[in-house]
Structure formats: C-alpha cells, structure tokens
C-alpha cells in the first residue's frame, strides 16, 4: 500500500529525518557528560534501577494523560480515531520535539490525515494542547512562587500569553470578523490569515466550559507527575527541598523553555533548573546531576519512545527496507 506517509518518508527525506534525530539526541547526551560526567554517573548510582523505574513511569504518567486529552480534544471536533493507531501517532509526535519548527506536531497532521482527519483538525487540537498545557504549568508554577518572587516576570509573561489567547477564542464576533476580513482579499499572507481564522474557530470548540476545566485538571495531574518525580529524584540525591519549591522549579523550567521559543526548551529549562537549584542552596553538581537526569527522563524518553512510535505509524517494514 502506497500512502502519502510513505511518499514523504522515502530516500533522503527518512535518512534526514531519522539522522535529526538521532544526531540531536546524541548531541544533548554527550554534551551532559561532558559538563557533568562525574555528577551524572554518582547521580545514577545514587538514584539506583528502583529509582530510575519510578522516574521513567512518571514520565509515562504523563504521556498517557496528555494523549487522554488529546483523544477528548478530537472527539470534540467531530473525529474518533480508535485508540491505539491514535495513540501511535501522538506518540510519533514525540520522536521530533528537538526539531525546529515543532515538525514533530506537523508531521501527526500527516499520519492522521490517513485517518480522515483533515489538517486543520489536527492543527487546532495542537494548539489546544499547547494553550492547556501553558496554563497547568503558570498554575503549578503559582505553587512556589512566594519563595521565589525574582520569577514573577516570567509567570506574569506565561499568564498574559494565556489569557491574551483565551480572550480572543472567547469571542465568536472577533473570529468571524477577522475571517471574513481574510476571506474577501487576495495575496500569500491573507491566505495564511484565512487558514489561521479557521484553525482558530475550530480551537474555540474545544473550549467549552466542560472540557476546559477536564482538560486543565488532566494538564496539571499530567505535568504535576513529572514534578513530583522531580522531588522524589533531588530527595534521592540528597538534596533538602520542599515540595512546594520542586514543583515550582520544574515548572518555572519548563515555562523559562517554552517562552524561548527553541525546540523542546534546550537550553534554557536545562539554565533556570540549575539556577534555582543553586539559589536554595543546592550544591552545583548535585543541581546539574538532577536537572541532566530528569531531562533524559521526561524529555529524551519521549523522544525514544516517540522513534520507535514514528517507524511503526509509518509501516515499519518500509522504513526498515529505506533505513538498510
């Protein structure tokens, strides 16, 4: 069976692809040993199997919460993709989140559109995901944030970015106002801003009432996960921490990334973990240690599992065959 999937992901184009991500994940892992090979190996020894198992299936905790309000946010617009090809597909998302240019939610358009999901569909549940996943975290970063009051921009600037987004999608005049404008001219840009009115329009509906709160309790249990087990992993470390401030920490990380605007946060989440590490007092390698382990434990595990998710969504023999 030929699909379109397989015409995009043939030749170069695959080797490319897999190459991106390959060399990416390789890149981040040398460079963490490289500032921190002692911390990293003491930090893993420390942790042991039974908490590297712990930390892993928070990490799933996670995934699987996201992709629950993924499957919501689809039924909304009118489209039911059974389960496990659906769960493939988000999960091949995964494989290209270090790629600029979020390709990796790009390229699920791509897969479920050989599910009869047309491409708006599938840009307007990214976009609902990325709004609910903005507003859990600039709530649980709220959880700490009297200890640390210097973060109050970054917070401030997470909030407005939300609440600038949720005012335009709460008015139905402005949206239609804004197409219609779009609609009755010509030129590259205008189309663009007509193809945006509608993604836009089809977002709206996601928030309903009943799904926004559903889906901003599943955002905040999802990533809560993940800071919880960030605590669990500086407790195992030795650090002295209250639970309070790890939450806050991992989250103030993850939104320090997501206002850089570079892929998967690189860099600047690794740069706001360790800073305010050091801040409360924790020694510096104890802090690279636990922010390098708990960034291939959300991060680069998403990516793995989000490869061997891509190559089975894109008939793994036919990969296979082109990779050889």
């Not at 890149?27 to 893993?44: D, N, P, R």
Request: proline letters at 3%.
């Amino acid at each position: 069976m030929i699909s379109s999937v397989e015409n995009y992901l043939k030749g170069w184009r695959l080797r490319a692809l897999i190459f991106s991500i390959v060399a990416s994940t390789g890149a981040y892992l040398g460079f963490s040993l490289w500032a921190g090979c002692k911390e990293v190996i003491t930090a893993f020894a420390q942790i042991g199997l039974v908490g590297t198992v712990i930390t892993l299936c928070m990490s799933l905790m996670n995934y699987g919460l996201r992709f629950v309000r993924w499957q919501l946010y689809l039924v909304q617009l009118g489209y039911y993709v059974p389960w496990i090809p659906s769960l493939r597909i988000y999960l091949s998302g995964f494989a290209l989140t270090t790629t600029p240019g979020k390709a990796g939610e790009a390229f699920r358009s791509v897969l479920l559109k050989q599910q009869g999901v047309p491409f708006p569909t599938t840009f307007a549940t990214f976009i609902s995901e990325r709004l609910s996943d903005l507003v859990a975290i600039v709530l649980l970063a709220l959880v700490g944030l009297a200890q640390y009051p210097e973060a109050s921009g970054v917070v401030l600037a997470g909030t407005l970015g939300g609440v600038a987004m949720l005012v335009c999608l709460s008015s139905q005049t402005l949206l239609d106002r804004l197409h219609y404008w779009a609609s009755s001219r010509q030129g590259k840009l205008i189309a663009l801003i007509t193809h945006v009115s509608e993604v836009m329009k089809s977002v709206r509906c996601c928030y309903c009432p009943g799904l926004l709160v559903t889906a901003t309790v599943i955002s905040v249990i999802a990533w809560a996960t993940e800071a919880l087990a960030f605590y669990w992993l500086l407790g195992w470390l030795g650090a002295d921490i209250s639970l309070s401030f790890a939450i806050f920490v991992y989250a103030l990380s993850m939104l320090a990334g997501a206002l850089s605007f570079l892929p998967g946060g690189l860099g600047s989440a690794e740069a706001a973990m360790v800073s305010l590490l050091v801040h409360v007092g924790i020694a510096m390698p104890v802090a690279i240690a636990a922010t390098i382990f708990i960034r291939l434990a959300t991060l680069w595990f998403a990516v793995v599992i989000g490869l061997v998710a891509l190559i089975r969504s894109c008939h793994g023999e036919v990969l296979t065959e082109e990779i050889t």
